[in-house]
């Protein structure tokens, strides 16, 4: 990408920041660099002699796309970046979701994640998507389970309040059916030397 010029550094891993500005400049000479970090370090950023310019995202644990607010992202896209830098403490990058989702929120035309060792990997949109379902899936099959669970236990309640109406309807019939098997009025049972006698007459 020899003709970039505007650059979008996303400040996550701070101890390969100032080696990832240092290669960027040596890449691309005439680029320039903004910097997206925390509030907190915005005055430290200005003074980088290799920061062109700081935003700034508020004190949170974790930055990303909702941390950083949907009025913030259009903004950031209209800047227009041709490339988006996400930065890792670790070489494969696990862990680094939002701020790569934060990368391509930013439809800047490149991203990438640079690493320890100062190589970096091309990122695309389906590739973070990806990343961030595999470090979800964790969390994924917790609330799966869950959903399960509750859609299971509401079943089982369902057939046991089945079964006892069930039952107490069955109950119900059980006790008037001795009414129903006694004899029509006007009939009599003969005892049983009659009913003999009679049969010898």
């Not at 909702?66 to 992202?73: A, F």
């Not at 990806?130 to 899936?137: D, L, P, Q, V």
């Not at 009939?187 to 003999?196: A, F, K, L, N």
């Amino acid at each position: 990408m020899p003709s970039c010029k505007n650059i979008l550094v996303i400040r996550s891993a701070t101890r390969i920041l100032n080696q990832t500005l240092n290669a960027l400049k040596q890449e691309f000479p005439d680029c320039r660099i903004t910097v997206l970090a925390p509030k907190g370090v915005e005055d430290a950023m200005r003074q980088d002699p290799l920061v062109d310019e700081v935003l700034t995202i508020g004190a949170h644990r974790r930055m990303g796309v909702l941390n950083y607010g949907w009025k913030n992202i259009a903004a950031l896209q209209k800047c227009r970046f041709d490339l988006a830098v996400s930065l890792y403490n670790v070489d494969h990058g696990l862990g680094y979701s939002n701020i790569d989702t934060l990368a391509w929120a930013s439809k800047a035309k490149e991203i990438r994640g640079y690493n320890p060792r100062g190589t970096y990997v091309d990122l695309s949109g389906r590739g973070v998507l990806k990343k961030w379902f595999f470090e979800k899936t964790t969390l994924l099959w917790v609330a799966l389970n869950f959903i399960a669970t509750a859609v299971l236990f509401s079943c089982i309640t369902l057939a046991l309040v089945g079964e006892w109406c069930f039952r107490k309807l069955f109950a119900s019939k059980e006790r008037f059916a001795p009414e129903l098997k006694r004899k029509p009025c006007g009939t009599t049972t003969s005892p049983p030397e009659v009913s003999d006698a009679l049969t010898r007459v």
